[in-house]
DNA sequence: CACTGGCACTCCAGCAAGAGGAGTGCCAAA
DNA sequence: TTTGGCACTCCTCTTGCTGGAGTGCCAGTG
């Protein structure tokens, strides 16, 4: 049905009309790549590309537009992953390399992410769930009112204030955080209610509600804080959108706004592997003309999070994936070194 | 030379113009505002406005438009700072009192300022420089590896690690922590370096530097993190600007992504008393259309950090500055419940 | 002296008409 | 299967025009 030459003149019109931004006809496509092929030639490959609508026309004798469904066969099986250059690399290494700690390293990459692809980015924290813990710390601020800090192998930190069913006593607190710590640390969050489940035997009945307070904050910051944290990065670049602007680039900025959606836009899976999500795929209709790709950056195989950019369907996806693809090795990179 | 008429009549082109977003003519100006003059009459009276600055003609012919001057007489002479409305009030006080800390306090607030003016919120997180210290907390990752965490009065965490000189038992940590803390809590960042300046001496030679490096750490942490952060909410809102997009919009953009040029938009005065600035007044070529209305909120007299929002100079200042007042003494008494 | 009504003038916004051009689809020939 | 030719469509850009809103000025009035 799409002989190669078909597939030819579809990757042409990719590549022309995201570079031109206008719909491209058959005459400059023969012009400009030599398909060894006359424009009435190309002219019928377009009818049936039309047909199978992988492109369109926004009115008759107009150019032909690539339609998601072309974007999408472009991705799958017409692009190449483009590398960056040396100096591109290079720059990036040193960029992230001046990182001080885990909200430098992010804040870091989202904006070089952006600057990188000229569109807008986003990065997620490395996910609370998949991290595991350093260390578990216990504060009294007060008589009854005890802090529980939480320290992940990523560098996050995540903090909890509670009331004590009873005054305790700094004894049975060193107690407390010495046991806990002993059975938490260096395991994954998801196993840490297992290990704890018990604990509460090991100790005087008297002092059991203290613990069984204490555990429940531990396990209770350990589920909330599952929802991630995300950062974004370029939101100027959406003005190169178009210039029918406050129809295009209001639903997105509102969509961006909202952390669920960016979220889902990065893919909840744990899957590591490169998405690219074309218009109506994002399942979001103020996001109907963007396209996201997100990658999943880790220090080992396994992804901790995931980051990416977002920007028009029209975008150079070869380029983007390419950059996407860099930013994360580099930070996964970083954080195995920290 | 500007009577107590010309200042109506200025008046009343704000208000108008900021209704309309359309320059407005002396006619539409007699009928909408009985004023009790002849159009006649007004226009003379514009005629001395636009002489003076306080209002321009974009073009022969067309009505008249506030300048830059023009706000800033109408803001300092001419507006109320209009209160909110009780149900704003109760809708606030509830949306506010469901937070759960001060990442969720912040991050409602300024969801809250974005709503409610319908324009871009700004808020930063309280200076940790005018913070006391709650807590500081030690803890060993490893053998030479040492983790300090530093909780403030407002809830704030900020953690550092260090390598130590040597290996250090728990005793040591243990005592330096107790001293440290005896030392610096319920004090103000500020005075910390002076309180802790000789702590080295009451230790035993071979400890000192060990306590040297913790100690500088600290000072460090504090210094360091002076860096102080805002966030953000209701850019989509800036697609209300004007029909004139990508030029208006992108420069605003650009800066709200810079946090120094947010920062200062803020102000660094403590000054806790709100300020409007208006336009050229920003100091910032960018954000030559905006204004910013920004007040100091905290939980006791003074003022602990900034919020603010920001929207184009043709805003309703009123309406805008109340509910900034409004909001920002809201989160100045959740803060001093906690 | 301040205010008012009248009047001529300016200049923008919006619409209509027309020219130009890019692109298509179809068909017959190679 | 490919190609050149040709008629047709429809957008875009320019031009010219008109209506209207608004101004500034001036002479008249209380």
């Keep these: 049905m799409l002989d190669d030459r078909k597939l030819d003149v579809l990757r042409a019109i990719v590549q022309d009309y995201v570079a031109t931004q206008e719909p491209v006809g058959s005459k400059a496509l023969a012009e400009r790549h030599n398909l060894g092929v006359s424009p009435a030639t190309i002219r019928n490959d377009m009818a049936v590309l039309e047909e199978e609508g992988y492109i ?21 099986r017409l692009a190449n992953i483009k590398p960056l250059s040396m100096p591109e690399r290079r720059a990036i290494q040193t960029f992230l390399d001046g990182a001080l700690d885990l909200d430098d390293v992010v804040g870091r990459t989202v904006r070089l992410l952006a600057t990188l692809t000229h569109q807008v980015a986003v990065v997620q924290y490395p996910s609370l769930t998949r991290s595991t813990i350093r260390h578990v710390e216990l504060l009294t601020l007060a008589p009854t009112r005890i802090m529980l800090v939480l320290i992940t192998n990523t560098g996050r930190v995540e903090q909890r204030v509670m009331d004590s ?6 004894n049975l607190l060193a ?10 640390v260096g395991k994954r969050f998801a196993d840490v209610a297992l290990l704890v489940q018990d604990l509460g035997e090991s100790f005087h009945a008297e002092e059991r509600p203290i613990v069984t307070t204490v555990l ?25 959108f178009g ?23 990065l893919g909840e899976s744990t899957e590591p592997a490169m998405v690219v999500r074309i218009g ?28 990416g950019v977002l920007g028009p369907t ?12 860099a930013v994360a090795r580099y930070v996964g990179q970083i954080l195995a070194e920290s």
């Design 243 to 265: 210039t029918d602007f406050p129809m295009t680039i209001r639903p997105v900025l509102e969509a961006l706004e909202e952390h669920v959606v960016l979220l889902r836009l």
């Design 216 to 240: 429940a904050t531990l396990l209770d910051a350990l589920v909330e804080q599952q929802e991630e944290r995300v950062v974004l990065a370029g939101t100027a670049n959406l003005t190169r």
């Design 280 to 307: 109506h795929e994002n399942m979001h209709e103020g996001l109907a003309a963007t396209s996201v790709v997100s990658v999943g950056y880790g220090s080992g195989d396994e992804a901790l999070a995931k980051l």
């Design 165 to 170: 069913p009873a005054p305790l006593g700094e």
């Design 314 to 325: 029209r975008m150079d996806y070869p380029g983007t994936m390419g950059a996407v693809r």
């Design 175 to 184: 107690d407390l955080r010495a046991r806990i710590n002993a059975r938490v």
């Design 56 to 76: 369109a026309q926004p009115h008759t004798s107009a150019g032909r537009v690539p339609t998601d469904k072309g974007y999408r066969l472009f991705v799958d």
